[in-house]
């Protein structure tokens, strides 16, 4: 089964003194590109949790950010006193000098001021430390569920377009088995009307018979065929980091359809072309989110 490079994911974890929350976003990318937003306490575990993801998700554009609430009074923002003090002390020497009045309300105009309240970080122990690592294990996991379920649409979605494509290459089989009669009665018709000219009816034979073979599509119908079936078979196959690997063999469906395109000289059949042209190119737009 197939993995989405577009997801979310969402954990949490608590330790004796903070709740810690943890989300993951990915979008398709060609290769792993990772965005923290840790906040210092965790600082030191930002390579770990880095290299884990890594290994987590392969591919994709990974953000991560990190969110903690305290549980106790550690790490609540306390009242600078002395700042505020002097502060007070400034403002009181301000209003003597300037003759201006005493503020109405000292608190909110004090404790607005920068610095007034100072946070203490705190430290991070092994509780803590633990809690992070469990709430990005857990949104990790959510993450791939996520990918998962988007996948198993991807699945279903390719399916129906190979089968398309498919029945779309059968369609023009009653086209191709006209054209050679057209093309011969078409070609001896403009001979005809040269009657000022001769030519030999065995040259003419072997003119045609090799303008013929520059149209033949037959080989072009198989390698597409081949193509298909390899489609279906490398989204069945249970290794990982297919994404890639589908968007070449999209690649050279699209040389087929091309070249079957150029050598089609019926109306009916470029119609055709171009349907499979359209089923071929939302393959290609969906294969950028196959992991």
Not at 232 to 240: A, C, H, P, S
Request: charge should be negative; charged fraction near 30%; include cysteine.
């Amino acid at each position: 089964m197939i993995l989405s490079m577009t997801g979310f994911g969402r954990g949490c974890a608590s330790s004796p003194t903070k709740k810690i929350v943890v989300e993951i976003k990915s979008l398709n990318s060609k290769q792993f590109d990772l965005s923290m937003r840790v906040p210092s306490i965790f600082r030191e575990l930002e390579v770990e949790t880095r290299n884990r993801l890594a290994t987590l998700f392969e591919r994709g554009k990974v953000d991560l950010s990190v969110n903690i609430e305290n549980l106790g009074v550690e790490g609540v923002p306390t009242i600078n006193v002395p700042v505020i003090a002097e502060y007070k002390r400034q403002i009181e020497a301000l209003g003597k000098e300037l003759n201006l009045p005493e503020p109405a309300d000292w608190y909110h105009l004090l404790l607005r001021l920068p610095d007034s309240m100072k946070s203490e970080a705190g430290k991070m122990d092994d509780a803590d430390s633990k809690a992070f690592k469990d709430a990005v294990e857990e949104a990790a996991g959510a993450l791939n569920e996520f990918r998962s379920r988007e996948g198993a649409k991807l699945y279903l979605f390719f399916v129906e377009k190979i089968a398309n494509i498919r029945g779309l290459l059968a369609e023009v089989e009653p086209y191709e088995e006209q054209r050679v009669p057209k093309i011969k009665a078409r070609l001896e018709d403009q001979l005809s009307r040269l009657t000022s000219i001769e030519y030999e009816q065995g040259r003419l034979e072997q003119e045609l018979i090799f303008y013929i073979e520059k149209l033949d599509i037959s080989e072009e119908k198989l390698r597409l065929r081949t193509h298909l079936d390899y489609f279906l078979q490398t989204l069945d196959d249970k290794e990982g980091g297919k994404g890639k690997k589908l968007g070449f063999i999209a690649q050279e469906m699209g040389r087929e359809i091309n070249t079957l395109g150029s050598k089609s000289n019926q109306a009916e059949m470029q119609k055709i072309v171009v349907k499979m042209k359209d089923e071929l190119e939302q393959i290609k737009e969906q294969v950028l989110n196959v992991l």
